[in-house]
């Protein structure tokens, strides 16, 4: 896995989005265009323990169906939970697809790939500005 996560970053780096770390299953490498590589039986690509925080209305429903079987209840009163996966860009969309009804907790790096996803497609409807002040 570091051998090939080292090429990829040397031969095109400016393109790759996300590179999952770790131990156990296929390794993907993700572009920033959408697109993917999957290496499939590398052992060294750790599953994620991606945790979920989702509103009051949408919890119940998810937790009568599962997201993934290894899906675990972390704190019901909060509507907190977890799944253990490799992140694929299958699995962005579907948490994307609950909108508002969902944060991403952790880990940090799948946090920031989420909030990268939002905020490149709020720039597209000139509804985000950061860093920009206004001056009257």
Do not use: W
Not at 17 to 26: L, S, Y
Not at 57 to 86: G, M, W
């Amino acid at each position: 896995f570091e051998q090939l996560k080292q090429q990829a970053e040397e031969h095109c780096a400016s393109a790759i989005g996300f590179i999952p770390h770790g131990k156990g299953g296929d390794m993907y490498i993700r572009f920033k265009n959408g697109s993917e590589i999957i290496f499939a039986g590398l052992d060294d690509v750790e599953k994620l323990k991606i945790v979920l925080k989702f509103s009051k209305n949408q919890f119940p429903y998810i937790a009568s169906k599962p997201l993934h079987h290894s899906q675990t209840i972390i704190d019901e009163e909060k509507c907190i939970l977890s799944i253990e996966v490799r992140p694929t860009y299958e699995l962005s969309q579907l948490i994307l697809s609950f909108g508002n009804d969902v944060e991403v907790l952790e880990p940090a790096s799948y946090r920031d790939e989420i909030i990268k996803i939002i905020t490149d497609s709020l720039k597209k409807y000139n509804v985000l500005q950061i860093g920009c002040t206004h001056n009257k």
